[in-house]
């Protein structure tokens, strides 16, 4: 059975495994990412000594890499990166890692890799049209059609954590980190003091200003949510990323809010989801790109 190496590159930590072709996982890890202190220099070398380490002990038919940043997919390099990750823009994943090891490598977006995950081994299976969403520091989406990520003209299709609302952006308005900011401002204390959990275990309480941060946020995402539902018009909504920790929580906030803002036609075509491959979700949709170019 062949086997193919995964790497998932995020800002605080980089994933990875060695997947069978039945996608089951033989091994699987993780490190630091170390990404302020090393930048896209040390990212790259991280990634050589994962493969050069797997590669001892499996015959690897590939290298399917996950990461944040715009990927130009064809030429599998990083074309934009935010700060957060400085001097990785530009690095050319594909062309150092196949130049290094003489086996082909493929390279996808973070979130388009957990869309994918979702599309061939998760909740939306099955599916002709599903947005995905990773709702954490940030917002990330992907649109899968037929199988395919959607990726626009130049690679920047659905990068709608920059997507504009009334008050600012869509991932500065709505991503989970701002409830912490929020509850803090309605509480007049320190930021630093308090963290999501508190956010969280407190309003289950009835704390109502940690209550009403939790429903803004959620009023937000459902706007947003509804904005794209209107163009791309996608059979089911799934959502990932840190916001998993609280789905039972806030599966029907959201629900309420996305049907506020959809017509009743759009809404009741529209199912919102949360989604099911969790840590090796970027991991497992890198297998899934990489297999759809080479079969």
């Known amino acids: 059975m062949n086997k193919y190496i995964c790497i998932d590159?995020?800002?605080?930590t980089i994933k990875h495994g060695?997947?069978?072709?039945?996608?089951?996982?033989?091994?699987?890890?993780?490190?630091?990412?170390?990404?302020?202190?090393h930048g896209g220099p040390g990212i790259a070398n991280k990634m050589i000594s994962i493969t050069k380490n797997y590669l001892k002990d499996y015959d690897a038919k590939g290298i399917?890499?996950?990461?944040?940043g715009m990927v130009d997919c064809k030429e599998g390099k990083i074309t934009?990166?935010?700060p957060l990750i400085p001097n990785y823009t530009g690095t050319e994943i594909k062309k150092i890692l196949e130049e290094k090891f003489n086996i082909p490598c493929e390279v996808e977006n973070d979130v388009n890799c957990a869309g994918l995950a979702e599309n061939y081994a998760g909740a939306s299976t099955g599916s002709k049209i599903s947005l995905c969403l990773t709702i954490g520091t940030g917002i990330g989406g992907a649109i899968i059609i037929d199988g395919k990520v959607f990726h626009g003209f130049s690679g920047s299709g659905c990068e709608v954590g920059y997507m504009h609302l009334p008050g600012g952006e869509f991932q500065d308005l709505g991503a989970s980190s701002i409830l912490v900011k929020k509850t803090a401002e309605y509480k007049n204390i320190d930021a630093s003091t308090i963290n999501g959990?508190?956010?969280?275990e407190n309003a289950k309480k009835g704390d109502k200003d940690c209550i009403q941060a939790i429903d803004e946020m959620t009023d937000i995402l459902g706007m947003g949510i509804a904005n794209i539902c209107?163009?791309?018009?996608?059979?089911?909504?799934?959502?990932?990323?840190?916001?998993?920790?609280?789905?039972?929580?806030l599966y029907d906030r959201i629900r309420k809010s996305m049907d506020k803002y959809l017509i009743e036609s759009v809404a009741k075509n529209t199912k919102l989801s949360f989604a099911e491959n969790q840590n090796?979700?970027?991991?497992?949709?890198a297998f899934f790109h990489f297999k759809k170019i080479h079969g």
């Open 9 to 12: 590159v995020g800002g605080t």
């Open 18 to 37: 060695v997947i069978n072709e039945d996608n089951t996982f033989i091994t699987n890890g993780e490190m630091p990412t170390e990404a302020k202190e």
């Open 64 to 68: 399917c890499v996950s990461t944040a």
């Open 80 to 82: 934009y990166a935010s």
């Open 197 to 200: 959990k508190y956010v969280f």
């Open 230 to 249: 209107y163009v791309l018009n996608p059979e089911i909504v799934v959502l990932g990323g840190g916001i998993m920790a609280q789905k039972e929580y």
């Open 280 to 285: 090796k979700a970027g991991m497992l949709g």
